[in-house]
C-alpha cells in the first residue's frame, strides 16, 4: 500500500508528548529546583532528579494515585538526605503540586492539535514518563487536554515504548485498528515499532530545516495538517 492509501485509512493521530508536543522547560526547572533548597537547603542539587531515574516504584497508575506516590518519593528522600519530617511534608505538598509547570509547548504543538481536532480527526496521547496527569502538562502548556481521547503513560499500561503492546493498546483505547492510526515521536526506536504494528509513523525532527517525507521525517508538526487534512478543512 503507497504512503496516500494510507494516509486516506487515517482517523486518529498518536503523539508522543516529551520532546514531540512538550519540552522541560530549562527556567520553570531551576525555579523548582530553588524551591527545593529554599525548604531543604541541605539537598544537594539535582538529588531529586537522580532520585527519580532511580526510582524502583511502583508508578502511580492513576490520577489518584499521585498523591500517595509523592508522599512515598519524598519520604524516601527525605530518609536518604536526614531531612526533618517537616521539611518532607513541605516538599511533598509544596513540590509535588508545581511538577507540571515544569512543562512547556513547542511553537508548533497547540495549532496543529487544534487542526486536527477540528478537522474531524481523534486525538491520543502515548507518553514513556510515568506520572498519569498529563491532562495537567498539556493544560499548564497551552494545549488543552479535552481534545485528546485517550492519554496513556507507560505506567497505566506496564509497558514502556518500544514495546508493540503500548502501541496495540493505544489504538484498542481509541477503538480503531493500528491501520488508522498514525503515530509521531522524536525517536526512531519508537516510530518504527508503530510502524511494525501497522501504523503510519513519522518522526519529529526540528533540526530538519525541511521535511524528508521520503524518510518518513518532519521538521514540524504542522506539516500533519498538510498530510492529513483536506485544504477546506483547514483553521
Same mark, same amino acid.
Given at each position: 500500500?503507497? =504512503?496516500? +492509501? ?11 508528548? +516529551? ?26 542539587? &539535582?538529588?531529586?532528579?537522580?532520585? @527519580?531515574?532511580? @526510582?524502583?516504584?511502583? @508508578?502511580?497508575? &492513576? ?5 500517595? /506516590? @509523592?508522599?512515598? /518519593?519524598? *519520604?524516601?528522600?527525605? &530518609?536518604?538526605?536526614?531531612?526533618? !519530617?517537616?521539611?518532607?511534608? $513541605? ?16 511553537? +508548533?504543538?497547540?495549532?496543529?492539535? $487544534? ?7 481523534? #486525538? %491520543? ?6 506520572? !498519569?496527569?498529563?491532562? $495537567? ?10 481534545? /485528546? ?15 508493540? $503492546? ?6 484498542? %483505547?481509541?477503538? #480503531?485498528? !493500528?491501520? *488508522?492510526?498514525?503515530?509521531? +515521536? ?5 516510530? %518504527?515499532?508503530? =510502524?511494525?504494528?501497522?501504523?503510519? %509513523?513519522?518522526?519529529?525532527? =526540528?533540526?530538519? !530545516? ?7 521525517? #518532519? ?17
Amino acid at each position: 500500500m503507497n =504512503r496516500y +492509501d494510507q494516509i486516506m485509512q487515517i482517523q486518529a493521530v498518536i503523539f508522543d508528548r +516529551d520532546l514531540t508536543l512538550l519540552y522541560f522547560d530549562p527556567a520553570q526547572l531551576a525555579a523548582v529546583e530553588e524551591q527545593m533548597a529554599a525548604i531543604a537547603p541541605e539537598l544537594p542539587q &539535582h538529588a531529586a532528579v537522580r532520585a @527519580w531515574t532511580s @526510582w524502583p516504584g511502583p @508508578w502511580p497508575q &492513576h490520577r489518584d494515585d499521585e498523591p500517595a /506516590f @509523592w508522599a512515598d /518519593f519524598w *519520604a524516601s528522600l527525605g &530518609h536518604t538526605h536526614g531531612l526533618q !519530617p517537616a521539611q518532607i511534608v $513541605r516538599l511533598t505538598v509544596e513540590v509535588g503540586a508545581i511538577y507540571h509547570t515544569t512543562f512547556g509547548a513547542y511553537p +508548533d504543538a497547540a495549532p496543529t492539535v $487544534r487542526s486536527l481536532r477540528s478537522g474531524g480527526l481523534r #486525538l %491520543a496521547i502515548l507518553t514513556n514518563y510515568e506520572l !498519569p496527569s498529563v491532562d $495537567r502538562t498539556l493544560a499548564n502548556a497551552g494545549i488543552d487536554p479535552a481534545q /485528546f481521547d485517550v492519554a496513556l503513560t507507560s505506567a497505566m499500561l506496564g509497558v514502556y515504548k518500544p514495546d508493540r $503492546r503500548a502501541f496495540l493498546a493505544t489504538a484498542e %483505547a481509541l477503538n #480503531l485498528p !493500528p491501520s *488508522a492510526c498514525l503515530f509521531v +515521536d522524536d525517536l526512531a526506536e519508537n516510530v %518504527a515499532a508503530a =510502524r511494525s504494528v501497522g501504523m503510519l %509513523a513519522y518522526q519529529i525532527d =526540528r533540526s530538519l !530545516p525541511v521535511d524528508d517525507l521520503d524518510a518518513a521525517r #518532519l521538521s514540524t508538526l504542522d506539516s500533519l495538517i498538510g498530510l492529513l487534512l483536506p485544504p477546506f478543512t483547514r483553521d
